[in-house]
Nanobody, 115 residues
Framework: QVQLVESGGGLVQAGGSLRLSCIAS????????MEWYRQAPGKQREWVGI???????NYVSSVEGRFTISRDNAKNTVYLQMNSLKPEDAGVYYC?????????WGQGTQVTVSS
């Protein structure tokens, strides 16, 4: 009933940039708080950042200054712009939206950073 779909992942060189998208659809009037997470092989899923309905953002310290989250409410879409990518940024990136007591996750998009 609520679906999140990520896209934009791929292979980039260290120091390069990548832009991820997350489109929300289903039983929503508009997107609310949206979060990005990532998970490297063998590691716990890590919170990356959040954007509020009003557009305020916060980030994990390791990506501060390199990653930017933005929102287009008319398109029910949030973006994650990633610059100056490092090999340690590699992993599967997920978007998440909380609606009441429920968390909705996308299927993830793979980001690979070559060194």
């Amino acid at each position: 009933q609520v679906q999140l779909v990520e896209s934009g992942g791929g292979l980039v060189q260290a120091g390069g940039s990548l832009r991820l998208s997350c489109i929300a659809s289903g039983s929503i009037g508009s997107i609310n708080f949206m979060e990005w997470y990532r998970q490297a092989p063998g590691k716990q899923r890590e919170w990356v950042g959040i954007i509020s309905k009003g557009g305020s953002t916060n980030y994990v310290s390791s990506v501060e200054g390199r990653f930017t989250i933005s929102r287009d409410n008319a398109k029910n879409t949030v973006y994650l712009q990633m610059n100056s990518l490092k090999p340690e940024d590699a992993g599967v990136y997920y978007c998440k939206m909380k609606v009441g007591p429920y968390d909705y996750w996308g299927q993830g998009t793979q980001v690979t950073v070559s060194s």
